[in-house]
């Protein structure tokens, strides 16, 4: 099993529509996870992070936490074309250090 | 503005021979990481430096080097590149390495072909 899973799509919708990325982890002592979004050719940006159970909105952005089912989601209301790029999941590695490990991401399209 | 910066961009290489990447950083963090990332991957660490600390991923080749000979430079050395080695690769820095909150920052990244 990988540390990090992501289907990698494509994931497309349509303009305005919410677009619902999802992303499981094995380690269940991580503690803090990120979203990150990386257009083509660029490198990964920090959308936001999460470290609680629940949600956490930011913007057009929510993060949500399940930690029993290990599973982490970003949703992307009123998706706009200039959304479209790769989200990237990334959990820390337990046992003290909060280094990120990465899944492949997902790719995202949001067609007009 | 507080960056990441790294160069080149774009580097070419031939096989076997020797190159150097260089990211340097004006947030004044203490972490500075190297990622490999490959087309469709994810961005796979290589190593990091806590300040003068250094730490090496197990499955990092031994192909790659790395130098920190200060807190705002760290230097990625590709001893021989083979074909393998084409990527992207990305300088990243953090605060710390113990909360929450001690997010990664990623430079522009250097994209390397190797011919």
């Known amino acids: 099993q990988k540390e990090v899973e992501q289907n990698s799509g494509p994931l497309s919708v349509p303009e305005g529509a919410i677009a619902s990325l999802n992303c499981t982890y094995s380690d269940r002592g991580s503690q803090s996870f990120f979203w990150y979004r990386q257009y083509s050719g660029k490198s990964p940006e920090l959308i936001m992070f999460i470290y609680s159970n629940g949600d956490k909105e930011d913007g057009r952005f929510t993060a949500q936490l399940n930690k029993a089912s290990q599973y982490v989601s970003l949703l992307i209301r009123d998706s706009q074309p200039s959304d479209s790029a790769t989200y990237l999941c990334?959990?820390?590695?337990?046992?003290?250090?909060?280094?990120?490990?990465f899944g492949r991401g997902t790719s995202l399209i949001v067609h007009p | 503005d507080a960056m990441v910066i790294q160069n080149p961009r774009y580097q070419v290489t031939q096989f076997g021979k020797p190159v150097t990447l260089s990211c340097s950083q004006t947030?004044?963090?203490?972490?500075m990481y190297w990622y490999q990332q490959k087309s469709s991957q994810a961005p796979k660490l290589l190593f990091h430096y806590y300040d003068k600390d250094f730490n090496n991923e197990a499955d990092t080749p031994d192909n790659f080097q790395s130098r920190r000979p200060n807190t705002s430079f760290c230097f990625l050395d590709i001893r021989s590149p083979g074909l393998g080695d084409a990527a992207m690769y990305l300088c990243a820095t953090s605060r710390g390495l113990n909360g929450p909150t001690d997010t990664q920052y990623f430079g522009p990244g250097t994209r390397l072909t190797v011919l």
């Open positions: 947030l004044n963090h203490n972490v």
């Open positions: 990334a959990v820390n590695k337990s046992g003290g250090s909060y280094i990120p490990t």
